[in-house]
């Protein structure tokens, strides 16, 4: 991230905080809850299930370039583990004219929010909530009631038309302190169908990569390789580390697989049955 305008050795260790916070949060439990958020430099989500059984997604682009989410790279699980999808973006709150939409747009430094459409038995809660954008993976972190609320509340107050990365920063600071929410991650996708009428293998369908720890660049681990124990639904169950060796260097890997892989199930004459996979966490290395 670049602050234009600044040197960085002129910046007090306040602002240097202000960059680390804004490149993503720490570690969190994917639990359920009807409400998730995720908020970073560029981009704020808030995601919504109402009492009312209505779902709102709001989204709030501080970037520089319109970001676009498909309906259909917005992924999620119920308590018990069933994926569920939305089929559409209903309107966008002031008009109708998104009625049926595949896909929702918001240009640089705007707020929208938007209704979503749907055909699944609606859950109270949700876990696993995901935004696919670019390359980017987006994983919304649970909140609760009060929490929510005193984040969307937040949102009047943040400087949309701010020009500068430094002036965006501090803004956020300001309303969001210390607090972590969400966190998004390189990733791979691969299109594959969820459902089989035969005998099927289980399928990877989200892969990440994770940065690794700086002990494990020292030592020129770049993957890990697991085997894994998956449900009817295709949720892990247990990670065994392939090379035992490697466990104090492995902890990013196994969070990501344990909370964030996707996998589609194996299938025994049509139906669903817990499985084992074998699977590498490729690490990101950053360039220095």
């Known amino acids: 991230m670049k602050i234009r305008g600044f040197a960085w050795f002129l910046l007090p260790s306040f602002f240097l905080t202000v960059v680390v916070f804004l490149q993503g ?20 989500f808030a995601f919504e299930l109402t009492p009312t ?31 569920i999808k939305f089929d559409s973006f209903l309107y966008d709150g002031n008009t109708s004219k998104l009625k049926g939409n595949p896909r929702a747009c918001v240009r640089q430094k705007t707020r929208r ?20 954008i670019g390359r980017q993976a987006f994983r919304l972190q649970p909140l609760s009631a009060s ?15 701010g020009t500068s990365d430094y002036l965006k920063m501090f803004n956020l600071r300001v309303l969001y302190g210390n607090s972590f929410y969400g966190s998004k991650i390189r990733y791979r996708r691969v299109k594959a169908s969820r459902l089989s009428y035969g005998n099927r293998s289980p399928i990877t369908i989200l892969r990440t990569f994770p940065i690794p720890t ?13 085997s894994l124990k998956l449900d ?3 949720e892990v169950l247990k990670v ?7 466990a104090r260097f492995a902890e990013p890997a196994l969070y990501e697989v344990r909370n964030w ?18 699977a590498t966490v490729v690490y990101r290395i950053l360039e220095q």
Not at 116 to 129: A, D, I, M, Q, T
């Open 25 to 44: 949060a720490s570690h969190f439990p994917p639990t359920v809850s009807p409400f998730h958020v995720y908020v970073d430099s560029e981009m704020l």
């Open 53 to 83: 059984k209505e779902a709102f997604v709001e989204i709030i682009n501080l970037g520089e370039n319109r970001r676009c989410l498909s309906v259909e790279r917005i992924t999620m699980r119920t308590e018990e583990g069933k994926v």
């Open 113 to 132: 929010r938007f209704e979503l459409g749907y055909s699944f038995e609606f859950p109270e809660e949700v876990r696993k909530v995901v935004f696919l």
């Open 147 to 161: 929490e929510y609320e005193s984040f969307v509340q937040n949102f009047e107050k943040i400087n949309i038309e």
């Open 214 to 226: 700086k002990e494990a660049l020292k030592k020129g681990i770049t993957s890990v390789s697991v």
């Open 232 to 234: 009817e639904n295709g």
């Open 240 to 246: 065994v580390l392939k090379e035992p060796v490697k």
């Open 261 to 278: 892989w996707d996998f589609a199930p194996g299938f025994k004459e049509g139906q669903p049955v817990p499985s084992e996979q074998k």
